[in-house]
């Protein structure tokens, strides 16, 4: 269940990724694009800005995320679908946008050769995904887990899948042979380790706040602080430096291997 409202609390910091990938398809000019995983639309909105000549579609399995999306876009077209599955009923496309969803399904390599099937020539398809196994934030997290082995093995199936650069390199390689990577790390001052557990919450933390009984949340929660507080020091001025690594791919559908 994702909820818009705690997506949002830290939505500078969630959209200036979008932002950095659309910069880098400027020259591009897409006539359709699709945003899979577009959630309450943070992605479409950069989308609509830096092409406001296409004709852009998002789709997301949130009725939730969705509905904010609607309200807040209301001449783009949004629709409630699983993209886990095939979406090719939905035609071919310019420009398949993908910011930090590839994560949260479990076939990213099925996704990537799908969406590569999609795209019209010269188009491309271009994702931002959070490494997150490279951040302090989650050895904390997954040391906090231990308290619930048990309960840890019902929520894995809903937790996110994630890979490496390499990995992500080696999916698109198959698809084509035009291929940009890159990492950023965006390093966000935080007031204080509650605001590192409330931005955790907004994403990688939503399964846990959905399978969690409130009374197993609160000792959770309370670990996981302890654990960002020692990892996390402050800085002379009482801030809190909280580096967040993202990874950026775009592959071009006029190399594409077939
Ligand atoms: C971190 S949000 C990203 C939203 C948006 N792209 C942005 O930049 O703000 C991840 C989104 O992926 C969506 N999602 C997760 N699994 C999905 C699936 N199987 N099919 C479609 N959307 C999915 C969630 O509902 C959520 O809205």
Redesign the pocket.
């Known amino acids: 269940m ?1 909820d818009a409202q705690m ?1 949002h609390r830290y939505g500078a910091q ?2 200036q ?2 932002l950095d990938l659309a910069r880098a398809l400027e020259n591009k000019k897409p006539r359709r694009i699709l ?10 909105a ?1 989308l609509v800005s830096a092409f406001p000549d296409a004709e852009i579609v998002g ?4 009725q939730e ?2 509905q904010k999306a609607k309200e807040n876009l209301p001449t783009v077209q949004f629709l409630l ?5 095939p979406l090719s009923d939905l035609g071919t496309f310019d420009l398949i946008f ?4 590839l994560q ?2 479990p076939n990213q390599e099925t996704f990537i050769a799908r969406a590569f099937a999609m795209l019209r020539p010269n188009g491309a398809f271009a994702a ?1 995904i959070p490494l997150a196994q490279e951040m302090p934030s989650f050895s904390c997290i997954l040391e906090a887990e231990k308290q619930f082995p048990e309960k840890m093995k019902q929520i894995q199936p809903h937790k996110y899948v994630l890979h490496g650069a390499g990995d992500y390199y080696n999916m698109l390689a198959s698809c084509t042979s035009d291929i940009s990577l890159w990492i950023t790390e965006y390093c966000h001052p935080m007031d204080s380790p509650e605001q590192i557990l409330a931005f955790l919450q ?2 990688a933390l939503r399964p846990h706040l959905e399978y969690l009984e409130p009374e197993e949340q609160a000792l959770f929660f309370e670990d996981l602080l302890t654990r960002l507080k020692n990892r996390y020091p402050r800085q002379a001025n009482g801030k809190i430096l909280f580096p967040f690594r993202r990874l950026f791919v775009i592959g071009k559908a006029d190399a594409r291997i077939v």
């Not at 945003?35 to 479409?44: A, I, Q």
């Not at 789709?59 to 949130?62: P, R």
């Not at 679908?81 to 599955?85: M, Q």
């Open positions: 994702w997506y969630r959209l990724p979008s945003d899979v995983g577009c959630g309450s639309g943070m992605s479409t950069c789709v997301d399995l949130s995320m969705l679908r699983d993209c886990s599955k993908s910011n930090a969803f949260w399904i931002q907004g994403a």
